[in-house]
Each structure stands twice: as C-alpha cells, then as structure tokens.
C-alpha cells in the first residue's frame, strides 16, 4: 500500500512570496490533515478534512493560509504572502475511521526556509 | 501554553537495556494517547496507543503505560535496539480518538547505543 505523498520535499522562498504544498493521501483515506512542525517542536494541527469539508481549521492563520481539497482526494496547502516564522516542516497526515488501525498516517513533509 | 510536555530532550541508552520515555500532560480532558516514532527526514509513525480507561497497552517491546492521577505516561521499550534511535513524540487527543486534533508534545530523542 502506498503511502501518504508530499511535493516539493523542500522549498525555499523569500518573504512576502507565495508557496504551495501537494499532498495525496492513502487511498480511500476520508479523513486528510495538515501539521506544521516548527524545529524543536512537536507538530501542531493546522487544518482537518473529512473528505472534502473542513472538521477543524481553528489553527490556521486564514489572513496567510488556504487549504482545499476540492475533490476530497489530494490537498493543497498555500500561504501568501509567507513570513520568516513560517519556515517549517509541513506534514500531511490521512486516517479511514473504522479501518483496522485507524491512527494518522504522516507523509515525509516539505521543508519550507523563508529568507 | 504546553499541554503536553516531554521535559527529556534526549536519552541515550545501552543496547538491550529498557528505555523509558517519560510525557506529562495538563488537560484532564484528554482521553486517548499515542506515541510516534520519527526517524530524520521521514514523517512520524504510529507506535502505540493506549485510552484513558487503560493503564497499560502492551505490543512486543514496547508498552505504554498511563496514570490518570499524576496525569502522565511513559514509553518501554525492551530490550532497546540500535533502530530504536529516532525522536519519539507523544500526542494526545480530546473525544476524537486517534482522528482528531492530536496535540504533541516537543520529543525526546532517543540514542541506543551497541
């Protein structure tokens, strides 16, 4: 079974400009999250889908950051205009209720440097 | 404000020795508990879990084990191998399982030394 993929694995951007993350999750995984792991830290939920409707975006500084997935298959987390503090790991996690263990699979995350 | 707090930065251990990871938590509210192993460049896996209305979960080398009154957990890992070396990362949730928001403690990084 493949597992959750991410692209790019590592981007650097300058500040104020605009950057975007891919993520595919497991098939037939409902449930997709984004994290953001700053170094030195644990990850920290940013946004929560079931399938294609958000459960939970309370964490999400929306005046910067979008997410969608508009088909309730892959995702794409943006921010416009990126900030110094937002350099981090992103990480995409995906869960199936009810199937077998039903705990949060993490993709390898993409390294974000704001200069 | 940390709700879950992992106050070892790292730990290093002799092969085949017992680690134990230790985690506290301040939200009473919190009733599943997990750990995640993360390896460099690799995201977090899943290791164990355990609910609140259990004090101990067992699978081959490794166990979990909660007390609810001192609101802490620990990590067992017996006998400890050199792949063992990785971050270890608590979480815990509040009445969503291991489906919602998990909340991670900072890691410890743990070293298994031949």
């Known amino acids: 079974e493949a597992g959750v993929a991410q692209s790019p694995r590592y981007k650097i951007i300058e500040k104020r400009q605009s950057v975007a993350f891919w993520c595919n999750p497991i098939s037939g995984h409902a449930t997709l999250y984004w994290y953001q792991q700053i170094l030195g830290q644990g990850p920290k939920l940013l946004i929560q889908?079931?399938?294609?409707?958000?459960?939970?975006d309370s964490q999400l500084p929306k005046d910067r950051f979008s997410a969608e997935r508009l088909k309730g298959v892959d995702s794409t987390l943006k921010i416009q205009p990126a900030k110094l503090e937002d350099s981090a790991v992103y990480l995409c996690a995906s869960s199936h209720p009810g199937q077998g263990t039903d705990t949060q699979y993490f993709g390898p995350g993409t390294r974000l440097t704001v200069l | 404000d940390q709700q879950v707090k992992q106050n070892s930065p790292s730990l290093s251990v002799q092969e085949g020795r017992i680690s134990i990871l230790n985690c506290d938590y301040t939200n009473s509210m919190f009733d599943y508990f997990l750990w995640y192993k993360k390896y460099p460049a690799e995201g977090p896996t899943f290791l164990i879990s355990i609910s609140s209305i259990k004090d101990k979960n067992e699978d081959g080398r490794f166990t979990v084990f909660l007390n609810k009154s001192a609101k802490h957990l620990s990590l067992h890992i017996v006998p400890s191998q050199p792949g063992d070396s990785a971050v270890y990362f608590c979480a815990a949730s509040e009445g969503g399982g291991s489906q919602g928001n998990l909340i991670f403690g900072k890691g410890t990084k743990l070293s298994v030394k031949p």
């Open positions: 889908f079931q399938n294609n409707g958000v459960v939970d």
